[in-house]
């Protein structure tokens, strides 16, 4: 299939880019950080066209006219990957960091290719409990905040080794590669102050729709638990750093607690049954 050809060309371009950002974070050669930058963007283009190939063939079947083809692990991994690469791209090209793709761009690598390589991309009509537009907003909201909570998981990553690296009686060249504290402090914070507020958006559209669906606006099954852990330790992460004024290593371990909820939520709807066991293609 063409689609599934794209794909590939797709995460051989972004496996590509991984390599020129760890080039570039080893040896801040400009032209590696340019290279990096136009593979990350030729495989976000490739994903795209993949994206709409899907779309059309999803189409294809009445019952899904006008939905988005994300009700599957594979719709949600080939989005997530997308929508990282798109979250670095946008930061790329208006701050220039530069080492930021070593952290980040292998994680949407690593989506396309669990798309690519595990899941499965058969197409079928969709439940009738999914036809409603709720489909089109709620996942995609909620995918969209985790690709952003993701990048700023890479920024908290290169603010703990440039801190180590600070504290060390003998730096290595690194740290002089690495953008200084505060810069990766403010983008952090920054990044999870926009981002967290969408997370609870999406999570309130999933409630409506529960209730319209279902008359329960929430259930406690698996994935909504940890979501709602997820949102209680980024609120924790943005009490610590704005409203107790708490810098360091404490803010960023909770906002890295907070990451690894979110990876558990987005999971857990392929290991767990319950009201989004359809993620796992049940």
């Not at 063409?2 to 050669?29: D, R």
């Not at 990282?84 to 690598?109: D, H, K, Q, T």
């Not at 690709?147 to 290169?158: D, E, Q, S």
Request: charged share 15%.
């Amino acid at each position: 299939m063409i689609q599934s050809l794209l794909s590939w060309c797709a995460f051989i371009l972004f496996t590509s880019a991984c390599a020129a950002a760890l080039n570039y974070l080893l040896t801040k050669n400009e032209r590696a950080s340019r290279l990096m930058l136009t593979l990350t963007g030729c495989g976000l283009a490739l994903q795209f066209l993949a994206f709409l190939i899907h779309l059309a063939a999803f189409w294809a079947f009445p019952e899904n006219r006008w939905f988005l083809p994300i009700n599957n692990f594979y719709g949600a991994l080939s989005y997530m990957g997308f929508a990282l690469a798109a979250a670095f791209f946008s930061i790329e090209v208006r701050r220039r960091l530069g080492i930021l793709g070593a952290f980040v761009i292998p994680m949407a690598a690593a989506s396309i290719g669990l798309a690519v390589f595990l899941a499965d991309p058969t197409l079928a009509p969709l439940a009738p409990k999914l036809r409603s537009y709720w489909l089109n907003i709620h996942p995609m909201v909620l995918m969209t905040s985790y690709a952003a909570f993701t990048n700023a998981f890479g920024v908290a990553l290169a603010l703990l080794i440039q801190e180590r690296q600070i504290k060390s009686r003998k730096p290595t060249e690194l740290c002089y590669r690495l953008p200084s504290l505060d810069e990766l402090d403010a983008l952090n914070g920054r990044l999870i102050s926009i981002t967290l507020p969408i997370l609870v958006l999406g999570l309130a559209m999933g409630s409506v729709w529960a209730y319209q669906s279902t008359g329960r606006a929430w259930s406690w099954d698996a994935k909504e638990t940890m979501s709602l852990i997820t949102a209680g330790f980024y609120a924790e992460f943005l009490w610590l750093r704005y409203v107790s004024g708490k810098r360091g290593r404490i803010p960023v371990y909770v906002s890295m607690a907070g990451f690894a909820c979110m990876l558990l939520t987005f999971f857990g709807a392929e290991l767990c049954s319950g009201r989004h066991d359809f993620l796992g293609g049940k």
